[in-house]
């Protein structure tokens, strides 16, 4: 058990509406990652935020959306849901704002998008 | 930017022999490179790492070796066994900003 924590385990949507993942960082971790991991596909990163604020931006889409909150939980936003959304979306935390420090992964939401 | 490039994609080897992955990275300001193991239905874990003024580490049947003038790092595990079968990652990161990942390689262990 990593620490992180992630909600809902699975969802399951229809196309062109909007989820929000949920995930909880280790105790005392201040930075929150969110990635995607489609079927047979690497890590995708999508955005850092650290200590409330925006840190890093990967290739995370317009219609996606994130933020983190004073009791550093995150919440991913997804909107617009197409078929291609489906995936595995994965939380970690780490304690730095930095590359150079391990990364705690969360046990991850899988999105299907009908 | 850096890129990071994994070999092979796919990697099947007998129970009891070695595995070796490879990654060569881009950015000669990379400083650290660490690997992470997804085992099926889980996040990935950190396994090991290595900074760049250190040519190799080890823990237990597992070591990584760092080339920086060849810009290449390897993951070797030794005396392999079922419950290596997992998904490898490697990563690296210049100057401690954001990790760049590896495309994963899938480690098969046939008994």
């Known amino acids: 058990d990593s620490g992180v924590t992630q909600t809902p385990k699975h969802l399951i949507t229809a196309t062109g509406q909007r989820v929000t993942l949920r995930c909880s960082p280790r105790?005392?971790?201040?930075?929150v990652y969110w990635y995607q991991q489609s079927l047979d596909q690497g890590l995708q990163f999508l955005i850092q935020?650290?200590?409330?604020?925006?840190?890093a931006k990967g290739n995370i889409l317009e219609r996606f959306s994130a933020q983190q909150f004073p009791d550093l939980h995150s919440e991913l936003n997804l909107s617009s849901l197409e078929l291609g959304d489906s995936a595995l979306y994965f939380c970690?935390?780490?304690?730095?704002?930095?590359?150079?420090?391990?990364?705690?992964f969360g046990p991850g939401t899988r999105l299907t998008v009908l | 930017g850096e890129n990071v490039e994994q070999h092979p994609s796919t990697l099947s080897v007998q129970e009891g022999d070695s595995a070796v992955i490879k990654c060569t990275y881009s950015?000669?300001?990379?400083?650290?490179f660490p690997w992470y193991k997804q085992e099926l239905g889980k996040g990935p874990q950190l396994i090991i790492d290595?900074?760049?003024n250190v040519g190799e580490k080890k823990d237990q049947r597992i070591a990584v070796t760092l080339n920086k003038t060849a810009k290449h790092f390897s993951l070797h595990i030794t005396e392999t066994q079922p419950e290596d079968s997992a998904v490898y990652f490697c990563?690296?990161?210049?100057?401690?900003?954001?990790?760049?990942w590896g495309a994963g390689t899938k480690l098969i262990i046939k008994p």
């Open positions: 290595i900074r760049s």
């Open positions: 950015d000669s300001a990379s400083n650290y």
């Open positions: 935020y650290y200590n409330g604020e925006e840190r």
């Open positions: 105790s005392g971790d201040l930075s």
């Open positions: 970690a935390s780490s304690a730095l704002a930095g590359g150079r420090n391990e990364q705690f």
């Open positions: 990563a690296a990161t210049p100057q401690n900003y954001q990790l760049i």
